[in-house]
């Protein structure tokens, strides 16, 4: 597996509502995407903040999948698998 263009940031938010800052980053990764044609990660530390940002990707018409542990197995191999692509 070549990992040579793989890009890591980590961006710690402190404040208690993360998505004004959320917002920001969206719209910075939007203009990247359209000169590279990238994906990108978003970890997060519940299911409930997990779901509360695919929301917010989805409300700014980014492609979402999850693969939190509310999501059954199958379905996140297959999420895992359409992002690969």
């Keep these: ?43 997060c530390n519940s299911v409930a903040s997990a779901r509360a940002i695919e929301h917010t990707l989805s409300e700014e018409g980014l492609k979402t999948a999850s693969m939190h542990g509310d999501i059954p197995p199958r379905m996140r191999e297959r999420n895992f698998e359409d992002f690969k692509v």
């Design 1 to 43: 597996m070549n990992l040579q263009n793989l890009k890591h940031e980590f961006i710690h938010i402190a404040d208690y509502d993360k998505v004004k800052p959320l917002k920001l980053l969206i719209k910075e990764f939007k203009k990247y995407q359209r000169k590279h044609n990238t994906s990108a990660i978003v970890f």
